[in-house]
């Protein structure tokens, strides 16, 4: 498993990472839906259709989507003073339930629960110290 300092980078480096996790291998857009750009496609009736599932596209994923998401928002410079705070302490009390959620199968999902957990802490730290 990767490791990880207590820095902004580091946060920024578990965000990229989730959107990773949320794509097909291979796949060069991890900033986009993956619903846009890994479901299979196949040729019927003379066009291309979307395939009806996609097994990248689960709940796991769904998860590490909205993290990523949250993360993305946290990070971005220009959050008004009076609501970073707020921001923040919403930001880090969904990722600590999303930690905790992926927890109860951490066998199935070691990767995501290492990613999650990982941007709790890292956040948590942060925040604690002004540093975000």
């Given at each position: 498993?990767?490791?990880?300092?207590?820095?902004?980078?580091?946060?920024?480096?578990?965000?990229?990472?989730?959107?990773?996790?949320?794509?097909?291998?291979?796949?060069?857009s991890?900033?986009?839906c993956?619903?846009?750009c890994?479901?299979?496609?196949?040729?019927?009736?003379?066009?291309?259709?979307?395939?009806?599932?996609?097994?990248?596209?689960?709940?796991?994923?769904?998860i590490?989507?909205?993290?990523?998401?949250?993360?993305?928002?946290a990070?971005?410079?220009?959050i008004?003073?009076?609501?970073?705070?707020k921001?923040?302490?919403k930001?880090?009390?969904?990722?600590?339930?999303?930690?905790?959620?992926?927890?109860?199968?951490?066998?199935?999902?070691?990767?995501?629960?290492?990613?999650?957990?990982?941007?709790?802490?890292?956040?948590?730290?942060?925040?604690?110290?002004?540093?975000?």
């Amino acid at each position: 498993m990767q490791t990880f300092d207590y820095n902004k980078k580091s946060l920024r480096c578990i965000q990229e990472e989730l959107r990773r996790y949320c794509h097909a291998p291979g796949c060069d857009s991890p900033e986009k839906c993956p619903e846009e750009c890994c479901r299979p496609t196949k040729f019927k009736g003379g066009r291309y259709e979307m395939a009806e599932k996609d097994p990248m596209l689960d709940l796991d994923t769904a998860i590490a989507w909205v993290a990523a998401d949250d993360l993305e928002w946290a990070l971005i410079d220009g959050i008004p003073a009076g609501r970073k705070m707020k921001t923040y302490d919403k930001v880090r009390e969904r990722l600590y339930t999303l930690a905790r959620v992926i927890g109860l199968h951490r066998s199935q999902y070691p990767v995501l629960f290492h990613y999650l957990d990982r941007a709790y802490h890292i956040f948590k730290y942060l925040q604690l110290r002004g540093e975000l």
